[in-house]
């Protein structure tokens, strides 16, 4: 289905590839299929994301192993995989994170631990390429509360904020990564200005942030 609608869009081309990103032997598969079907990457969008629950951390420390492996040692394998050609072709990375990755958010414990993990992966090999003048543009997206189904239906009903657009979303995914952007807040008004509370007045937006949620439906 997801051919067929980039076709109707318009694209030249599509493919797809079946498998499951807790292989980490997947994770490079993928990318050589590209290099294969493609003849070399211009791109890399890390966007996958493991199955997880929203509410009080459970203790499950198994779950978290599974899902760092989904949400962040996968996104590691394809980048390594992927970077000698994403150096040929001075090409770009684009990693999908949350604000989740920059603010300990109640509800998400095991999710946000693997955003986290993702900000400092790839913002410690951003410094790497600079040192070494690879030119290899790294995009980290913060992204708010956006109406994919998934989203929806974890916590629709539990949050005070609306949603915003996917479509949307995507959109400025794509221009982020094609301006080679350091970081991209989608939207700005809900992602990038509370962080600037962090550092200078923390409590105040760890009240801010519980404020958004009916904790009654929890």
Do not use: W
């Not at 414990?109 to 693997?114: D, F, G, I, R, W």
């Amino acid at each position: 289905q997801v051919v067929e609608r980039c076709r109707e869009l318009g694209a030249a081309s599509a493919q797809y590839i079946s498998g499951t990103m807790e292989d980490m032997a997947f994770a490079e598969h993928v990318v050589k299929e590209a290099q294969t079907s493609l003849g070399g990457l211009d791109m890399l969008i890390l966007n996958h994301v493991g199955t997880s629950y929203f509410g009080y951390f459970d203790g499950d420390v198994g779950h978290i192993r599974k899902l760092l492996e989904i949400n962040f040692l996968s996104y590691v394998a394809m980048t390594v995989s992927a970077l000698p050609m994403l150096k040929e072709s001075e090409g770009s990375i684009v990693v999908v994170s949350s604000m989740a990755g920059k603010v300990g958010f109640p509800f998400t414990v095991p999710y946000s631990a693997t955003k986290f993990a993702l900000d400092g992966f790839f913002s410690s090999l951003r410094q790497e390429f600079h040192i070494q003048n690879i030119n290899v543009s790294i995009t980290l997206c913060i992204l708010g509360f956006i109406d994919t189904d998934r989203a929806l239906h974890a916590a629709a009903d539990v949050l005070l904020v609306p949603p915003a657009p996917r479509s949307e979303c995507a959109l400025e995914i794509l221009k982020g990564g094609a301006l080679r952007r350091r970081e991209l807040y989608y939207r700005y008004g809900s992602t990038r200005l509370p962080l600037l509370l962090r550092d200078c007045a923390a409590e105040l937006l760890d009240r801010l942030v519980r404020s958004r949620y009916r904790l009654d439906r929890i």
